[in-house]
């Protein structure tokens, strides 16, 4: 999903708690799936991790984790292009054999891992990142066999904010399992997913709005909206027709989805 600061985060869900909204109803609630973005992360659980993604099945529904490739084309779960913000190194990724990346690095998994790991157990929506090295059928064929024993729109979907590597998805991949994600070119990704038969839209709540929402769900595709931190900006998103809610603080949401499903069936 589409990286923003983290204060605007707060001040964006701050304007948003304050302001009452009506309560879904109970059939949007009972629609919404909650997926944690990177995981239940800390100071002292990096995202992007087995520690940070291992408190969450059969808890929220999915999972949304980030996909680059390593210099000999293995597909790792990373989100940086370098590896300054998580390991305080300045290196790429992207100019460092998987080997080394393991060994220096041992608590980054390969795509392999995670869908060993968590297959059948939690649904992985997965963000694949431009690169600066051009996309490639080895490349392409590597994440084929990372997800071969997985189904594609039933155990996972594949992201992008680029048109270009949504593209290069789409040669190994049905379009029902690819999710186009906006940041503020809300209306060029959402002619993109319209037109290639996407499985959905995703983006901020705050920039998607229903009457973005309205033609996917009209073509039986779905929205996901982030980053609601609270209950009346949980209600405003659902309200713009989300069914799939991206946040940084899934089990909260989740129960706070909790209470609002009993809420509405008192």
């Not at 589409?2 to 009452?20: C, E, H």
């Not at 879904?24 to 239940?40: D, K, N, T, Y």
């Not at 997965?126 to 590597?142: C, M, V």
């Not at 906006?182 to 705050?206: D, I, P």
């Amino acid at each position: 999903m589409p990286w923003l600061d983290p204060y605007l985060l707060a001040l964006v869900d701050t304007w948003y708690r304050a302001i009452p909204r009506a309560r879904p109803s109970p059939e949007q609630l009972a629609a919404v799936r909650i997926i944690s973005h990177r995981g239940e992360r800390s100071a002292r659980v990096p995202e992007n991790t087995f520690a940070a993604f291992d408190a969450l099945p059969g808890k929220v529904w999915g999972l949304e984790c980030d996909v680059r490739f390593s210099r000999d084309g293995v597909p790792m779960v990373f989100h940086d292009p370098d590896l300054a913000r998580i390991y305080g190194c300045d290196q790429r990724l992207c100019d460092l054999d998987a080997a080394e990346l393991r060994q220096r690095f041992p608590f980054t998994p390969t795509l392999a891992e995670l869908a060993q790991r968590y297959a059948g157990r939690i649904h992985l929506m997965l963000e694949f990142k431009a690169e600066a090295r051009p996309q490639s059928e080895r490349r392409l064929q590597a994440v084929r066999e990372a997800l071969a024993a997985l189904r594609p729109g039933q155990d996972y979907h594949l992201m992008s904010l680029d048109c270009t590597s949504l593209d290069w998805l789409g040669q190994g991949f049905p379009s029902s399992s690819l999710v186009a994600i906006a940041r503020s070119n809300v209306e060029q990704m959402s002619h993109y997913a319209l037109h290639r038969n996407c499985a959905g839209l995703a983006g901020h709540f705050a920039l998607l709005r229903a009457r973005h929402a309205q033609p996917h769900i009209a073509r039986g595709q779905w929205v996901g909206l982030g980053f609601p931190a609270s209950r009346n900006a949980l209600r405003f998103a659902v309200q713009q027709g989300a069914s799939h809610i991206f946040t940084n603080q899934a089990l909260t949401l989740q129960s706070l989805l909790a209470q609002e499903n009993n809420a509405s069936k008192a």
